[in-house]
């Protein structure tokens, strides 16, 4: 179980750079992929640990609320064994209390258990949607690393060079194998960024907004590829120019009237 969660931590927190420098220093896109189908599995495992939270919380809600229906009653005979005078050194009173002071133990018991689920469930919502940007970030930088481990390859036969991804960074953008070295790291740090807003998220609502606007972005930039204005923008009409042989009207001139 440690070395299972030990993993899960290696693969949300670990620097994304290490799953490109782990494929350079093997020459093997191989060990690529299997970090992406590794990433995969982990998110199916955080969504069902999150769903069990999700139901073990709503168990206790309905848990709650009968001890809390309980403890209404309880304090209603209590205050009706009062009313009636009984003595509060009797059984029956004795009794009647310290099954109030066990449910109300109870109560207090079953709300530390749902606060305590609660925050799981929201720690392992914040899980799953770091875990899913990382696995986005690395399968959409498949092609360019597909690329980066030819380009290096035909690189290392001519030059000796670092197969880490600063090292390839490091040769210079006059290069080819630089170029596509910046293109991975630049986008690794905008996911990075990204990560860093979802994991200081403060609640689940803060969460559901940051992914609303990271899907509202991407839709942004797609519109913005193919030319498209932005939704709600209207397109500004064409410019009309004048026909070449309208000319401007003259206002007419003034006359007096002729004194009768």
Do not use: C, K, W
């Given at each position: 179980m440690t070395s299972i969660l030990e993993?899960?931590?290696?693969?949300?927190?670990?620097s994304l750079h290490r799953f490109v420098d782990?494929?350079?220093?093997?020459?093997?896109?191989?060990?690529?992929?299997?970090d992406v189908r590794d990433?995969?599995?982990?998110?199916?495992?955080?969504?069902?640990?999150?769903t069990d939270m999700y139901a073990a919380a709503r168990a206790n809600e309905r848990r709650l609320a009968r001890h809390q229906d309980d403890v209404e009653q309880l304090e209603r005979r209590v205050e009706r064994l009062a009313s009636e005078g009984a003595d509060p050194m009797s059984e029956r009173v004795m009794v009647a209390e310290a099954e109030l002071d066990a449910k109300r133990g109870l109560v207090a018991e079953t709300q530390a258990q749902i606060e305590r689920q609660q925050g799981q469930y929201e720690t392992l919502k914040k899980q799953t949607a770091e875990l899913e940007l990382r696995s986005e970030v690395l399968e959409d930088s498949r092609p360019r690393m597909e690329s980066l481990l030819v380009l290096a390859r035909a690189y290392r036969s001519v030059e000796r060079?670092?197969?880490?991804l600063q090292g390839l960074r490091g040769l210079g953008?006059?290069?080819e194998v630089a170029m596509v070295a910046d293109s991975i790291y630049e986008r690794f740090d905008e996911a990075q960024a990204r990560q860093d807003m979802i994991s200081q998220a403060k609640d689940l609502e803060m969460?559901?907004?940051?992914?609303?606007?990271?899907?509202d972005d991407q839709l942004a930039q797609r519109r913005q590829r193919l030319g498209m204005e932005?939704?709600?923008?209207a397109p500004e009409p064409p410019a009309v120019a004048p026909?070449?042989?309208?000319?401007?009207?003259?206002?007419?001139?003034?006359?007096?009237p002729s004194p009768e």
């Open positions: 993993r899960l931590d290696d693969l949300i927190r670990g782990r494929a350079l220093e093997n020459n093997s896109l191989a060990l690529f992929d299997q990433m995969e599995r982990a998110i199916g495992h955080v969504q069902e640990a999150a060079v670092e197969m880490t953008g006059d290069t969460l559901a907004e940051l992914e609303q606007a990271e899907v932005p939704e709600g923008v026909a070449p042989d309208d000319e401007p009207t003259m206002p007419e001139p003034f006359e007096p």
